[in-house]
């Protein structure tokens, strides 16, 4: 079964970096576009950044300039470096990928568990 788990998340004051994880765990597994998005309390989930598996990259206009995706293919994980937090990123953030299992065509949409980043002094 394959599984999406991010990791990072915590407390930071205004200003600092943060680095989330998604890593993608199942075996025989082709990792496509992977996403991070976040929901902040009262708001709707937003797209914050994207990269393909030939590793071209979008991102918010919220959030450009400060964050930078990446990912590592041998280690199945995508990061996602948050550099000058700003208290209105406060939100849960949530990994998505397209993944296809080797030997198939059907791909499929995921979603991990999220993880809270607060930014506050």
């Known amino acids: 079964q394959v599984q999406l788990v991010e990791s990072g998340g915590g407390l930071v004051q205004p200003g600092g970096p943060l680095r989330l994880s998604c890593v993608v765990s199942?075996?025989?597994?082709?990792?496509?576009?992977v996403g991070w998005y976040r929901q902040a309390p009262g708001k709707q989930r937003e797209l914050v950044a994207t990269?393909?598996?030939?590793?071209?990259?979008s991102y918010g206009d919220s959030v450009k300039g400060r964050f930078t995706i990446s990912r590592d293919n041998a280690k199945n994980t995508v990061y996602l470096q948050m550099n000058s937090l700003k208290p209105e990123d406060t939100a849960v953030y949530y990994c998505?990928?397209?993944?296809?299992?080797?030997?198939?065509?059907?791909?499929?949409?995921?979603w991990g568990q999220g993880t809270q980043v607060t930014v506050s002094s």
């Open positions: 998505n990928a397209d993944l296809r299992k080797q030997a198939t065509t059907a791909i499929h949409n995921v």
């Open positions: 199942g075996s025989d597994v082709i990792i496509l576009t």
């Open positions: 990269i393909t598996s030939g590793g071209s990259t």
